[in-house]
């Protein structure tokens, strides 16, 4: 294998793993009430910043905060 091929499969194996992420931000922030699309975008082009950040807001719907 040379290392343009591995470049590639790595780079394939990083946008799939996003796609994913993004896939699971949206459906989680559907299921919260939340424009999915958006967290979708968000999760799409922030990966894992989007994530935590939807952690945090479950966090403070929970706690009777509401939303900020």
């Given at each position: ?36 699309w958006v967290w979708f975008l968000g999760g ?6 989007c994530g935590l950040y939807l952690l945090y ?12």
């Amino acid at each position: 294998m040379d290392l343009q091929h591995a470049l590639d499969a790595a780079n394939s194996a990083r946008a799939l793993s996003l796609f994913l992420f993004a896939v699971f931000t949206a459906w989680w922030a559907q299921e919260h009430r939340r424009v999915a699309w958006v967290w979708f975008l968000g999760g799409l082009f922030f990966g894992p910043f989007c994530g935590l950040y939807l952690l945090y807001l479950n966090a403070q719907e929970r706690s009777g905060g509401g939303l900020p």
